[in-house]
């Protein structure tokens, strides 16, 4: 099975400033990554299919790259309420495997 | 509008079975499948499985093969995940989510905490 790499497992960030974090497919996965965002108490929300695929109504702050084997999350302009987990998937293909994560704070 | 509504809250007994489901309205149950999610502190998130709503057809996550069985009632658009032998390694919230081609794992319930103890 495809194991999906995320890192940091933490990061610290202050309003304002920029975020990349990373997702790492052990075999080349072409674009089929997904991104989500999960609060406290709350279902994971999709952010980005397709890798690069802004859904519907995700501020443009958040933007996704990568292809193959290498992803990222990118986060412009940091904003308080973007603390969270973030989380990648590998979409189209099953297993759909999910990444241990990336939590954001905020200073 | 799309909305995925689970089942409540489970306490079960090691050894014995739950049966939790995911009630979907606003769109056409039989068009997407749903797939089903373990999250636990621990682990993070784990992918169990999905039903072709449609056909009743599934593909399970090895890890889940023997642990998890999913069936589908399109009579009242609902999805079923039945959880077997339970331990306390099974304790961990649960939810469905639609899949779709075009736009995957859109949709989310809001979960199922299954809780195992003696």
């Known amino acids: 099975n495809i194991v999906m790499t995320q890192s940091p497992k933490s990061m610290s960030i202050s309003v304002g400033d920029r975020v990349t974090m990373n997702c790492k497919a052990s075999?080349?996965?072409?674009?089929?990554i997904a991104w989500y965002q999960q609060k406290p108490g709350q279902s994971p929300k999709l952010l980005i299919y397709y890798a690069s695929n802004r859904y519907t109504g995700v501020p443009d702050r958040f933007t996704g790259g990568g292809y193959g084997t290498d992803f990222t999350l990118t986060i412009n302009s940091v904003q308080a309420e973007d603390a969270a987990f973030y989380y990648c998937q590998r979409i189209y293909n099953s297993p759909f495997t999910f990444g241990s994560g990336t939590k954001l704070e905020i200073k | 509008q799309v909305q995925l509504q689970q089942s409540g809250a489970e306490l079960a007994k090691p050894g014995s079975s739950v049966k939790i489901s995911c009630k979907a309205s606003g769109y056409t149950f039989t068009s997407y499948y749903i797939s089903w999610i373990k999250q636990t502190t621990g682990q993070g998130l784990e992918y169990i499985g999905y039903?072709?709503?449609?056909?009743?057809?599934?593909n399970y996550n090895e890890k889940f093969k023997g642990k998890a069985t999913l069936t589908v009632d399109k009579s009242s658009s609902t999805a079923f995940m039945q959880l077997s032998s339970l331990t306390p390694d099974d304790s961990a919230v649960y939810y469905c989510a639609r899949d779709g081609t075009r736009v995957p794992f859109a949709y989310w319930g809001q979960g199922t905490l299954v809780t195992v103890s003696s």
């Open positions: 075999q080349n996965v072409g674009n089929n």
């Open positions: 039903i072709n709503t449609g056909s009743g057809g599934t």
